[in-house]
């Protein structure tokens, strides 16, 4: 039985009472295989063994982010062991050159619902998340320190001279202080980059945010240094409008903001995926160093 089949199999056992006029399947994911049936409803299958307690995770963040969040989130429909079934959020990919394109006035309106959305989703109060996992992306002083070295060993072969100063510096100014490592715990994200964001061409803004696969607990700085390395500072300071409590967070963005890149070579040299290295290639590089 081939890939199509298989998937059709299972959909048929998961959701007998729904009718598969048409089926279109998406590879590009790096946890998920994602299905999508009759342009409505998606699908997701994950791909590898570590995947399924991923799953898992997420149907149980999902079904707590219902209460708190006001933009669109995926709703699980369906949802098993080895799949996880929603009603697709229409949109396309918010890329950076297409949002720098749009009007000032639209700017800020996808910044105020990115702020809100943010807010709300370390917003959600402690005695409800006592029991989520840790994030996917979470480290720690010592998993940071232990990254660095590998960067070290793996990375830094590849780099010219000069980009092996710049993340020399970037490393090891922040880890030589400890303190920078210390914060209190909030649901976070940890993967929002452009095409996780869903963008309405017609009417300007955002339809939705998709897969928190990644989501848990952890440094809510890393969901602002992540709009930083996609969006870029600039656009980042619209969103302290509705979310001010994120200027706070800044110092411990930028550095998570100007590691992402090395992160993502040192995942694709030891999965030994090339295709990892050009996952984040188009990055805004607009951050702001403090002297």
């Known amino acids: 039985m081939d890939e199509v089949s298989t998937y059709e199999e299972r959909i048929r056992q998961l959701a007998p009472e729904v009718s598969l006029s048409s089926i279109s399947i998406n590879r590009e994911g790096l946890l998920n295989d994602v299905v999508v049936v009759n ?26 982010l219902q209460n708190y969040i006001t933009l669109d989130i995926p709703t699980p429909l369906y949802e098993s062991d080895d799949c996880l079934a929603y009603r697709l959020i229409p949109g396309e990919t918010l890329r950076r050159d297409m949002l720098m394109r749009l009007p000032e006035d639209d700017q800020q309106a996808i910044a105020d619902q990115l702020a809100q959305f943010l807010k709300e989703l370390h917003g959600v109060p402690l005695d409800q998340i006592a029991k989520v996992p840790m994030a996917d992306a979470l480290m720690k002083y010592e998993g940071w320190m232990n990254a660095y070295q590998r960067i070290r060993e793996k990375v830094f072969p590849l780099l010219l001279p000069h980009l092996r100063d710049s993340v020399t510096e970037h490393f090891e100014t922040h880890l030589a202080d400890r303190s920078n490592f210390q914060y209190e715990l909030k649901m976070v994200d940890t993967d929002i980059p452009p095409y996780h964001i869903m963008f309405d061409r017609q009417t300007k803004r955002l339809n939705g945010v998709i897969d928190f696969g ?19 500072e600039s656009f980042m300071d619209r969103l302290y409008t509705v979310y001010p409590e994120a200027e706070t967070y800044l110092k411990r963005a930028r550095f998570y903001a100007g590691a992402h890149e090395v992160r993502w070579l040192l995942t694709g040299i030891e999965r030994n995926d090339p295709s990892w290295f050009a996952v984040h290639v188009g990055g805004a590089k607009d951050v702001r160093y403090s002297s």
């Open 39 to 64: 342009g409505e409803l998606v699908f997701r299958f994950p791909k590898h063994e570590y995947s399924f307690k991923h799953l898992q995770d997420e149907i149980r963040i999902l079904r707590l």
């Open 214 to 232: 990644c989501a848990g607990l952890g440094d809510p700085a890393i969901d602002i240094g992540i709009i930083i390395y996609n969006y870029g």
